[in-house]
């Protein structure tokens, strides 16, 4: 017998390398026609174009990956960095531009904002490094934190974790550090890479803005969904069985532990499972009644959101990313996490696929990808996202008025396509010191033969996070069963 993964999503994929690598024969079951979960694409008019993710951060992940493989990133996948990297639009007719080169950053944000605002972000991203610097080995390069783990860590580890500023929340920080509104805006927009509040995350989650502006995001050509095929190429030559339009129905559970998955009718003994589906569709429809309490599921449910691609004009200063902000953004928090709504004013963030990813165009025009978001289970008939998308767009010049929709995907259509998640994109939000160590570990510890991967198990959503969630599963998993393995967690 071998393992069962559930999933062929990053976190999926990730686990079923690492674990192939080892020599653990694996069949991995995807419920859709591709594989990469929510890193997906669509045919467009005759162009193939991202749905999903739209930038890669710690490609040092998904190297390890191709390496436990036998191949290099440079031979799987071809990154690529366009500069400037993003373009902030703000209200008052500002824009600053983020490029790769941190200095180079400070130097657009002097030329925008000021010299105070540059030497503000400078300090606030030497924050963020210590952040990052001082939590990446507990709370992402490793197994899922608990309470009782932290204190056996030490005096060491404690000093290094005190400079976490786990205490104060991420706008806290954002507004000890910098003065200019509209730069807390643009460090506030990374509580949104994982669906969170700024106003309650915790400031933990400014090494965001760190592992972005200060270690680097790239692109890959042909889209991210690239990065899912390259990665399911590299399972496929390690051994790994991939099944396509095979959903699992249900996880078969003995005596405390997970010995099969069933699909069609068809039972398919195991010695284990990994799931990569939602924490929540596991609770609800995969495992048996009377086994759901061995997993918990986090109450704090992070954003959804909706997704178009317009058939834009091509346009000399087009950026690869850009944020046009509304009158208040943080009016928009309070909408989705105060009042369960789609924000009245949104912010709206486009991409611009060709230029981003170097994807195809049309004859008379380019894919721009743009984001709304929006909280979980937000109904189809309010608001008129693509009336909100165009004006905002049209507005600030990023579209023309006769650049047309061409594609569109609503929270609840991403809930059917992701059956019990509410459409809800990165699992749990990080609304609180807390959701780290309420997050599902990578293990079933009361489940045995279970392993948890993807963005609702431990580290969290996001690609670079669900590739090392689907790497920790199976080093637990491999630790388990008694193989020898060496995970290169950094």
Known sequence: MGVVVIGAGMGGLAAAIELAATGVEVDLFEAGPRVGGKADEVLVDGVAVDTGPTLLTLPHVAAALFRAGGRDISEAVDLVRPDPAFRYHYPDRTTVDVHHAVDDTLASVAASLGPAAAEQLDAHLARARRIWEASSDYFVFGAAPTFQRILTLGPRAWWSLARIDAHKTLW???????????????????????????????????????????????????????????????????????????????????ADRAVAAVHAGRRVACEAVVCNADAAHLYASLLPESSRDAVRVSPDTSTSGWVGVFRARPQDDRVAHEVVFPEHYLDEFADLFGHHRTPRDPTIYTCALSRAHGRDTWDDGEPVFAMINAPAHAPDDQPDWKALARHRLVRS??????DRLVWQRTPTSLARRFPDTGGAIYGAASSSLFSAFRRPANRVHKLHGLYLAGGSAHPGGGVPLCLQSGRQAAFELVSDLGLSHQLVAK
């Open 397 to 402: 010049g990023l579209l023309d008025r006769d």
């Open 172 to 254: 806290d920080v954002i507004c000890d550090d910098v003065e200019d509104e509209r730069l807390r805006w643009l460090l506030a927009r990374y509580a949104t890479y994982n669906g969170s509040d700024v106003r309650t995350a915790p400031a933990t989650l400014a090494c965001i803005a760190w592992v972005e502006l200060g270690l680097g995001a790239w692109g890959i050509r042909g889209g991210m969904h690239a990065l899912a095929t390259a990665l399911a190429d590299t399972a496929r030559q390690l051994g790994v069985r991939i099944h396509l339009d095979t959903p699992v129905e249900r996880i078969e559970v003995n």
